[in-house]
């Protein structure tokens, strides 16, 4: 066949597939080039393109800028758009449950991915070598956010979350996160690892945030919970970059870990709070102050260990044991208040205080145990409100580090 056969068959195959689109209710004019043509496929919802926009590699390294899959689609065949290196913005609708390896593997000019939050498989490294991707909207209709498609990859140097800047959260989404093993890149680990992320919007129609959702989200400096949540789980803030947040008046319990090794300079806990979790706050190293409320009946071991920005602290009488290592080198503490109720300080509670110089303790302490002020070189003063045969009365460990410090008996609070 001579070489204008050839550009004639090729004119009238396009002539085809534009009538066949517009058949479709597609709008398409054989003025159009082909690789604008394409991509056009996939505004058409009928069952007769679903084989052709599905199969494996079909849009590779074409020309595209942009693609929105229309709902319906379930999954994504490896490669679809394998190095389509113009394309800027991708949206997968929320009936897409499975994607394949590379589905856009390559795209590097790809800047705003909108996605389900929560789909059910994702083949190694979808979005491999997406590198200047920034922006993730979820998509309308998301009620729960987990597993995200980007997430989906064993090798941490391919791992694209690490890019995002910006995440848009649609109203209707109920839970981020799930309640996951902190080690899992994918359940219960919505946001985890997204070590760029700044900006966020919590909607709230949020009631929970899941274990890890944001744990090492260092870049994160400003984030609002909205009051519609009543529950975040462990490890949720974990590492992140934020120095204040407000905890809503709703939440009843602050899990281990939360906000452990994140920048919180000061907190306040709302009444709704009854305990705090193993190492909640361990390890915020610059937290100069908080407000723990009467409504607090319990506190983890290590809530507090390493908090050496903390100055003083008064604990309600609402929390009766001390736990283990709860305050523990908190370096900077001088005071410490213990109001009427509580009964025993843990092994260790406070051990390593080095500033600590003033303990005011109740009468209603009945235990101080082995190396509750261990180490706390500074300690000169503990003023008893009790008398002095009650302070004999009680049970205080030849361990417990106050042996140096001066009683002060009857004493009154101010």
């Known amino acids: 066949m001579a070489i204008a056969d050839y550009l004639r068959k090729l004119v009238e195959l396009k002539n085809q597939f534009v009538a066949n689109l517009n058949s479709m209710g597609v709008a398409a004019s054989t003025d159009e080039k082909l690789n604008t043509l394409v991509p056009k496929v996939l505004e058409c919802e009928t069952e007769q393109n679903v084989e052709f926009v599905e199969g494996t590699g079909a849009f590779s390294f074409s020309t595209i800028k942009s693609i929105i899959i229309p709902d319906g689609y379930t999954n994504i065949k490896s490669y679809l758009f394998q190095s389509c290196s113009y394309l800027e913005s991708a949206a997968i609708p929320t009936s897409v449950k499975y994607i394949y390896a590379g589905a856009f593997d390559g795209c590097i000019n790809l800047t705003t991915l909108t996605t389900p939050g929560d789909i059910i498989s994702a083949e190694e490294m979808p979005f491999s070598r997406c590198t200047n991707l920034k922006k993730l909207i979820i998509s309308e209709g998301t009620t729960i956010i987990d597993r995200i498609p980007i997430n989906f990859c064993s090798n941490s140097s391919y791992h694209i979350k690490q890019y995002i800047e910006e995440v ?121 102050s908080i407000t723990i409320p009467d409504s607090v009946t319990s506190i983890g071991e290590y809530a507090f260990y390493e908090c050496k920005k903390l100055t003083d602290i008064t604990i309600p009488g609402s929390i009766t044991v001390i736990s283990q290592y709860a305050f523990s080198d908190c370096t900077g503490l001088t005071e410490v208040t213990f109001t009427n109720g509580t009964v025993t300080i843990g092994d260790y509670a406070f051990e390593g205080c080095t500033s600590l110089e003033n303990l005011i303790i109740p009468s209603s302490v009945m235990n101080i145990n082995t190396h509750a002020f261990y180490n706390c070189s500074s300690l000169a003063n503990i003023y008893y409100t009790g008398t002095e045969e009650q302070w004999n009365a009680m049970y205080k460990s030849s361990w417990a580090g106050i042996s140096g410090a001066t009683i002060h008996y009857n004493y009154v609070p101010e």
Not at 172 to 183: A, E, H, K, L, R
Not at 242 to 252: A, D, L, M, R
Not at 253 to 267: C, D, H, R, V
Request: a neutral charge; aromatic letters at 10%; one cysteine or more.
């Open 168 to 288: 848009v959260i649609p109203n209707g989404v109920t839970q981020i996160g799930g309640d996951g093993s902190t080690n899992s890149n994918f359940t219960g680990s919505a946001f985890k690892g997204y070590s760029k992320l700044k900006t966020i919007n919590i909607p709230d129609s949020v009631t929970s945030i899941g274990n890890s959702a944001f744990y090492a989200c260092y870049a994160l400096r400003n984030i609002t919970i909205p009051d519609s949540v009543t529950s975040i789980g462990d490890y949720a803030f974990y590492l992140c970059g934020f120095n204040s947040i407000t905890i809503p008046n709703g939440v009843t319990s602050i899990e281990a870990f939360t906000f452990s090794k994140s920048s919180l300079t000061s907190i306040t806990i709302p009444s709704s709070v009854t305990s705090i979790g193993n190492s909640a706050f361990r390890e915020c190293t610059i937290l100069a």
